[in-house]
């Protein structure tokens, strides 16, 4: 028997307190069933429609994680599947920002992120049947649980700006004693690998309630911690549950109490109907701000699941992307900080072209915690000039206790190009707005000392050329003069010196990034193309690409210049050859790669068996699940489905090498493609429409006046108007790629000669049957 507290709340779970409060509208149950909002037309917007659409949907309960519906708002998570016993639901919650505090310990343990608990609906009788739908556009979960006394309607969100879990339930008769409780999880990181054999947990919470509100109080041996506290109110059948998770660190945890029971008050005074309006309007604009269209609608679903996965996970300002999100595993929880050598950046790829600036946790991470880059440089080189960046770190880039290590050395325990890399990811957020404050607050000031790094450990061979020493191949092996290292050093000295440009400023040490530039050695080569390293030729399946990054995505070789061709192609042909250990995200990279060759069936091909659900590591089980999320020998990720979408938005458009290529990669089973607002680098913002396999036309608005080569791939001679019609000035300098000068804010709307056609988007015709995600069946 669980022992309880004074107060009659079990020690491991506590029951919710009803008030009896007046509820209506979404609070009554109602939510379930409003009907959807219509324009002043009375129909449904094209955005809503298509996002509707990809509405995951259940008809069988799920397990757990892997196929269960998932909410957040980039802090506040939740997840839903089967609960304990054949009577209950249960409702997983966990939040973005709480972690451990521990330094003493590596990032997995001393920073790991550690486990809430979880609500739970115990109802009367057994549950015999779901009847649920995820609506990504309203970004609620709702439907209907049966059971063999009754039934129970709720609507289900996590909301957007209160960060409050609600959930509102309506039981029919012979369900009228379902109720809630929560029961909380030890706070201990849920890794085994590599444990600290002086790890301990932290203490047991303290449960209790107030002024009607049940809570526990979950301290931190390093200080501070966090409250979860909730409240039940009801009128009649209705019922409005509301939560939230307060986290402070290192404040005292009464007042983190005292908060967490605030928030619940001042949530369910307002009324529920302008809670859910408040949320919805939120989302609804989210959506508006792009659309994009495909045949193959269960595909088309699955880009629209990933946008929405995105902003549940991450928001400009808040925690950068774990590999959980904000979501915890309660089973296959090994990683429990955040990965910066692939995991972060490849996730958060798509933010950029899917033009949702407002999710760029990357370059605000960096912006407000630049701070403690110091503490992953090895102390001999703690200059106040040098930067590194260790994996795994918390959310604020503390590795605790491990750093890079020295190159050429014992000591080296990690890559030392991941900070470059991340940083690569701001350079793609200012290349897509072309926002100069990104450069001079954030990339720049990093990167000098990010190179600066580097620039310790190069020597001069016996060739007269700049060589690095031993250094790490991200899950490969390590290797001198690395290709995953040069290419991130060639990329870096190279951007500096464009941020000189940009900045209209110089620096001391421009001369020696651009003597780094001419004399650092060429990548290592054999008859596969660009190996691992000197003399570490690829000789097995490699999951990781991490000696490919000069092709993507840092384009330093380009299909457009046909010298480049050869070792391009060797290169990708040699390392898709074997992909018995690869992972999801190696299927979403080789899909970009053969875009950018200009190989779409192929590009095709690697997604689709990814997002068939095919087993991608049979010694892992590696696959994506059915609710979009990826498994991993057992561990939950999301970078590999979110690297996916942008797999997709590579076949719609690329614009590296300052030209804005347009439907680039299409493959002939999509005859028909159409979207809308995607954003390119040069802040352009590019619709185009694709009919019967023809480019049909293409319009580019410019946010920022700067200069547009558009390969808009429409076949024979063209018109260039503005959008009044007026014919704009254009410069063809090759077959289907033009130049027009577009000032700020200006649009070019190209077609073919002597056409007129409509502009708008829409969604495209399915080619074949798509079943939903989710458990539909």
Request: contains cysteine; charged residues 20%.
């Amino acid at each position: 028997m669980t022992p309880t507290t004074g107060n009659g709340i079990s020690r491991r779970g506590a029951i919710g307190t009803a008030a009896a409060v007046a509820a209506a509208g979404w609070s009554a149950g109602s939510g379930a069933v409003l009907a959807a909002p219509r324009d002043s037309a009375g129909a449904r917007s094209l955005h809503e429609r298509v996002v509707r659409a990809a509405a995951l949907r259940w008809r069988r309960m799920p397990g757990d994680w892997k196929d269960g519906p998932f909410l957040g708002n980039g802090l506040l998570g939740a997840q839903v599947y089967r609960g304990a016993t054949p009577n209950s639901v249960k409702v997983m919650v966990s939040h973005g920002q709480v972690q451990d505090q521990r330094p003493q310990w590596r990032a997995p343990y001393g920073f790991s992120r550690l486990p809430i608990g979880h609500f739970d609906l115990t109802l009367a009788g057994e549950v015999t049947g779901v009847d649920w739908t995820l609506d990504l556009w309203d970004a609620e979960l709702r439907g209907t649980i049966t059971t063999t006394r009754g039934s129970v309607r709720f609507s289900m969100l996590v909301h957007n700006t209160r960060t409050a879990l609600l959930i509102s339930t309506r039981p029919s008769a012979g369900e009228e004693a379902a109720a809630w409780s929560f029961t909380w999880l030890p706070a201990t990181s849920p890794r085994t690998k590599d444990k600290p054999a002086d790890y301990t947990g932290n203490p047991d919470p303290r449960t209790g309630s107030a002024r009607g509100t049940g809570y526990v109080e979950q301290p931190l041996i390093a200080g501070g911690g966090w409250t979860t506290a909730w409240r039940e109110r009801r009128s009649g059948t209705a019922r409005l549950l509301a939560a939230h998770i307060v986290y402070r660190f290192p404040d005292d945890l009464s007042g983190t109490t005292e908060s967490a029971l605030s928030e619940v008050s001042r949530t369910l005074a307002v009324d529920p109907d302008r809670l859910v309006r408040e949320h919805r309007d939120w989302w609804h604009r989210f959506y508006r701000r792009s659309l994009l269209s495909l045949p193959d609608k269960r595909i088309q679903d699955f880009y629209w699941i990933q946008l929405y996965k995105a902003a549940c996970a991450t928001r400009a300002g808040g925690p950068s992307m774990s590999e959980w999100g904000p979501w915890y595993p309660e089973t296959g929880g090994s990683w429990t900080a955040v990965w910066w050598n692939l995991n972060v950046q490849i996730a958060t790829w798509l933010i950029q072209g899917s033009n949702h600036p407002e999710l760029d946790s990357v370059t605000s991470t960096f912006k407000d915690f630049e701070k403690h880059l110091p503490v992953s440089v090895p102390p001999e080189y703690r200059d106040g000039h040098t930067y590194a960046l260790a994996h795994p770190s918390d959310w604020t880039l503390r590795p605790g206790a491990k750093t890079v290590g020295i190159p050429g050395t014992s000591t080296k325990t990690d890559n030392n190009g991941n900070l470059i890399w991340a940083l690569h990811n701001i350079w793609l957020s200012h290349r897509h707005t072309m926002d100069i404050g990104i450069v001079r607050d954030v990339l720049y000031p990093i990167l000098v000392n990010a190179v600066n790094f580097y620039d310790h450990f190069l020597y001069e061979g016996g060739d007269g050329r700049l060589h690095l020493p031993l250094t790490r191949s991200p899950e490969w092996a390590d290797a001198t003069d690395c290709t995953y290292d040069l290419s991130l050093l060639r990329w870096g000295c190279a951007t500096l010196l464009d941020c000189l440009t940009v900045l209209r400023t110089d620096h001391p040490r421009a001369g020696r990034w651009r003597e780094i530039l001419t004399r650092l050695v060429d990548y290592p080569r054999d008859t596969t193309g660009v190996i691992i390293g000197a003399g570490k030729p690829l000789t097995e399946s490699h999951r990781h690409f991490s000696h490919m990054l000069w092709l993507y995505p840092l384009h330093e070789l380009t299909w457009d210049r046909p010298a480049d061709r050869d070792i391009m192609r060797t290169t990708f042909d040699h390392w898709v050859k074997d992909r018995g250990l690869w992972a999801g995200y190696s299927y979403a990279v080789a899909s970009v790669m053969a875009s950018l060759m200009e190989r779409p069936e192929e590009a095709l091909d690697f997604l689709t068996f990814f997002t068939d659900g095919n087993v991608v590591h049979q010694n892992w089980g590696a696959r994506l699940t059915p609710n979009t999320m990826y498994v991993e020998d057992g561990n939950l990720g999301t970078e590999s489905p979110l690297a996916a979408a942008q797999s997709v938005l590579e076949m719609a458009v690329q614009s590296h090498g300052g030209v804005v290529r347009v439907l680039p990669s299409v493959s002939s089973r999509w005859p028909d493609l159409s979207f809308q607002s995607l954003r390119t680098q040069g802040a352009f913002l590019v619709d185009a429409d694709r009919s019967g396999g023809r480019t049909r036309w293409v319009r580019v608005h410019s946010e920022a006046g700067a200069p547009l080569v558009l390969d808009h791939g429409i076949k024979g001679a063209v018109d260039v108007r503005d959008e009044r019609g007026r014919r704009l000035r254009h410069r063809e300098t090759a077959p289907g790629r033009i130049e027009i000068a577009l000032g700020r804010e200006e649009t070019a709307v190209v077609s073919p000669r002597g056409t007129r056609p409509d502009l708008g988007p829409r969604d495209v015709p399915a080619v074949g049957e798509a079943r939903p995600w989710g458990l539909p069946d």
